[in-house]
């Protein structure tokens, strides 16, 4: 066997997958990064080795009151000014390189440095901003697409409080042990492994996709994507991932920061469901939920998805209308998980109070307890 | 035999049942079953597989004679195009069980996902059953064209769901849908329609459920103890006039 001499090419039928797995401490209990590895490593043979990534919440609480913005550089001069707009845009706390640790497994990965920052005071913030009622929030998110739309080869990772997103072209655990995410803990976390269809294998166009402390990661197509993006573009979002999941993190965002809707009613919009079963509605339910599909119109998501999307509150899970990517659901104690396969959850939780699988277009929201973090 | 599949890559765990079955093997047990895909898949013999533990997808596709028995859950892609033999899996099973399946049997003990039995078909003898005992998802027999696909909504988790999902039997055009008590008949596609049952049909009914009952040490009168419905298709060709009309 040993002296067999390896193929450079694998011939048999590639298994075309994306896997995604998520898991919540709803008390807020501090879980390592070992576990989320062995859950998303089970699935290893639904993604190819172009992508994968993890969101961790909980990680910074030394810094929990400033944004940490994670920022991956694919070149010298992209890192010069981008460290000159911070600069000039934010008051930084605290900066440093990402450790990472050298792995056969990783090839020319470009610089990862993270910067603890809060806004400038209106007085001090340049541009419209301040005669907008511009919040904190909403200077963040202009800078972030500033600085993905403008610098080349700077791409904000994640930009959310107290979490952070680690991602990259190669197999999820490969990129653990790149990022060393054995070494954080957090009370959510989510991982993906990515089977690129449509868009490339890019570092940035792994997932998960981020903004402020949203995150989402992805198994499917989103068909809609040209009319998701012209209307997030309405709203100042900016994609430049080239890859359609990246409209969904700004849709939460203008959704549920912006608009004030709730994650249920988010997810509705997201995932609206058909005409025909409206019709079939109680009244105040079906008025509803056509308010919903006439006002978010642009906002549905066409096309087969599962996906997680988590922030600093909680986790929720969410598939297309008619279920066309798999997402199983389970309990235990006070941890809720998420996953493409049953056997994922399994591994890291052998004995669950209840699995289940949720139905097409009903978010699964699990949320972090009142009054914890 | 036992194997013991902790952590074994479902590669060389399937060639070493397919070694086992080469090998003459009556009953391979597998122990710490967790995620593999394609466990069964293509064997032509009838031995019994044991799982204990959640096989991963891809359970008994093209499966010819074998006998399958998992002690847990099970996920999606039961038993694509399966020709003959069994899966018994006493727990709940995922979506796309029985796809294109032609023969043999799925009996599955809970609740079952969506597009359960889709595109099933039969051919003179060969005959594929399949029996969920718990509630269903949509598109319940989407596609069907043969076979026999039964529903029990008895044994589920969630009392609260429904038995059965929105467009059921969506474009079948053959074989027969059993339900053990009402359907929500705004929730069937229009190429179906909901029968009673003949005594011919109970007969064959009640034989395939005493089989059921045998493999989960069930008691077939609390089953048969609320009445059934049959759904079949209303036309053979329900897509005859999509694209231009057809010739009467």
Same mark, same amino acid.
């Given at each position: 066997m040993m002296n067999k001499r390896k193929s450079t090419?694998? @011939?048999?039928?590639d298994i075309s997958n994306c896997g995604l797995t998520g898991l919540i401490s709803k008390t807020g209990q501090m879980v390592e990064g070992s576990v989320i590895i062995k859950s998303i490593t089970l699935m290893?043979?639904? $993604?190819? $080795?172009l992508g994968g990534g993890f969101a961790a919440y909980g990680i910074y609480p030394d810094y929990k009151? @400033?944004?940490a913005l994670h920022l991956m550089y694919q070149t010298q001069p992209a890192l010069q000014l981008t460290e000159e707009y911070l600069g000039q845009n934010f008051a930084i706390e605290q900066e440093e390189d990402i450790p990472t640790r050298q792995s056969p497994?990783?090839?020319n990965p470009p610089t990862f440095k993270r910067y603890f920052v809060k806004t400038l005071p209106v007085t001090k913030s340049k541009g419209a901003g301040k005669f907008k009622k511009f919040t904190e929030e909403d200077e963040v998110v202009r800078h972030v697409m500033q600085i993905n739309?403008?610098?080349? $080869?700077?791409?904000?990772?994640s930009s959310g409080k107290n979490m952070g997103a680690f991602k990259g072209v190669g197999y999820p655990e490969e990129l653990a042990e790149f990022f060393r995410l054995e070494e954080y803990k957090g009370y959510i976390w989510t991982a993906h492994n990515r089977f690129p269809t449509n868009t490339p294998g890019w570092w940035g166009g792994a997932h998960p996709f981020t903004l402020l402390d949203w995150s989402i990661v992805h198994n499917g197509e989103i068909s809609s994507y040209g009319i998701n993006k012209r209307y997030l573009e309405m709203y100042g979002y900016l994609c430049?991932? #080239?890859?359609?999941?990246?409209v969904v993190a700004y849709m939460l965002d203008l959704l549920?920061?912006?608009?004030? #809707?709730?994650p249920e009613l988010a997810s509705l919009a997201l995932a609206s469901p058909f005409w025909d079963n409206i019709d079939r509605m109680p009244t105040e339910e079906r008025e509803l939920m056509t308010a919903i599909r006439q006002v978010y119109g642009s906002a549905l998501l066409n096309g087969p998805f599962a996906i997680l999307f988590a922030s600093n509150e909680g986790l929720v899970g969410l598939n297309d209308r008619v279920k066309l990517r798999p997402l199983v659901c389970a309990e235990k104690g006070d941890f809720v998980y998420m996953a493409s396969e049953e056997a994922a959850i399994r591994e890291i939780?052998?004995?669950?109070d209840r699995v289940w699988a949720p139905r097409g277009g009903e978010p699964v929201i699990a949320r972090l307890n009142k009054g914890v973090m | 035999m036992k194997i013991n599949a902790k952590g074994v890559y479902y590669r060389d765990l399937n060639e070493r049942v397919r070694a086992a079955v080469d090998g003459g093997a009556e009953n391979i047990d597998l122990a710490n079953?967790?995620?593999?895909?394609?466990?069964?898949?293509?064997?032509?013999?009838?031995v019994t597989i044991t799982i204990q533990g959640v096989p991963g997808n891809?359970? !008994?596709?093209?499966?010819? *004679?074998a006998t399958i028995i998992v002690k847990d859950n099970a996920q999606d892609?039961? =038993?694509?195009?399966?020709?003959?033999g069994k899966v018994i899996v006493h727990g709940h099973a995922g979506d796309v069980?029985?796809?294109?399946?032609?023969g043999g049997k799925l009996h599955i003990l809970k609740d079952v996902g969506y597009r359960? =039995?889709?595109?099933m078909k039969s051919f003179r003898d060969n005959k594929p059953i399949l029996i969920a005992g718990g509630k269903a998802g949509d598109?319940? *027999?989407?596609?069907? !064209?043969?076979g026999v696909l039964i529903l029990l *909504?008895?044994?589920?988790?969630?009392?609260? +769901?429904?038995k059965h999902g929105f467009r059921? =039997?969506?474009?079948?055009?053959g074989g027969v849908i059993y339900v053990r008590g009402p359907v929500?008949?705004? +929730?069937? !596609?229009?190429e179906v329609g909901v029968f009673e049952l003949t005594l011919e049909d109970r007969k064959e009914l009640e034989e395939y459920l005493r089989d059921y009952c045998k493999d989960f040490k069930l008691d077939l009168k609390e089953i048969l103890k609320e009445k059934f419905i049959k759904i079949i298709p +209303?036309?053979?060709?329900?897509?005859?006039?999509?694209?231009c009309p057809m010739p009467k």
């Open positions: 090419h694998y @011939f048999q039928k290893h043979d639904r $993604g190819n $080795g009151e @400033f944004f497994a990783i090839s739309h403008g610098i080349e $080869g700077a791409f904000v990772v430049t991932m #080239l890859t359609d999941t990246e549920i920061r912006k608009h004030g #809707l709730t939780c052998s004995a669950p | 079953v967790n995620g593999q895909y394609y466990i069964g898949d293509g064997i032509n013999r009838p891809d359970l !008994a596709a093209f499966m010819n *004679g892609n039961i =038993g694509n195009t399966m020709n003959a069980l029985g796809y294109g399946m032609r359960v =039995g889709i595109h598109f319940f *027999g989407e596609y069907m !064209a043969g *909504g008895m044994f589920s988790d969630d009392q609260a +769901k429904p059921f =039997g969506t474009g079948m055009h929500d008949e705004s +929730k069937l !596609a229009r +209303k036309s053979s060709r329900p897509y005859g006039n999509m694209y």
